[in-house]
């Protein structure tokens, strides 16, 4: 049973940092493609950023490119999201989530309906 557990959620003024970590538990991390997705209220959930399965390629959206990173420690089985000069904008329920790519090493992926596992989810809120 594969389980994702997100942590490092909180409230920060803009312009800070946060770094949110997502265990993985019940196979190695090495098997997936992960995710970062975010929701905001009456939104749909959207993909943050994104890193293939063998670490090699990332994607990130527009709205966050160059100020957030996402990583991953195959010892520790955690993928990361490292977001920085945060911007109220950017408040969401942050959920990581994970597609067992088989054959696809290289592929981010991006749509909610490519991945199979999600954890439950992290508030981050970020005030003026």
């Known amino acids: 049973q594969v389980q994702l557990v997100e942590s490092g959620g909180g409230l920060v003024q803009a312009g800070n940092s946060l770094r949110l970590s997502c265990a993985v538990s019940g196979d190695p991390l090495s098997k997936f493609a992960m995710g970062w997705f975010r929701q905001r209220p009456g939104e749909q959930r959207d993909v943050v950023a994104a890193?293939?399965?063998?670490?090699?390629?990332?994607y990130y959206a527009d709205s966050v490119k160059a100020r957030f990173r996402i990583g991953r420690d195959i010892t520790r089985n955690t993928v990361y999201l490292q977001m920085d000069d945060l911007k109220p904008e950017d408040t969401a329920v942050y959920s990581c989530?994970?597609?067992?790519?088989?054959?696809?090493?290289?592929?981010?992926?991006?749509?909610?309906?490519?991945?199979?596992?999600w954890g439950q989810g992290t508030q981050v809120t970020v005030s003026p």
């Open positions: 989530a994970a597609h067992f790519a088989e054959f696809t090493t290289i592929i981010t992926y991006t749509s909610t309906s490519d991945y199979e596992y």
């Open positions: 890193i293939s399965r063998n670490g090699g390629s990332t």
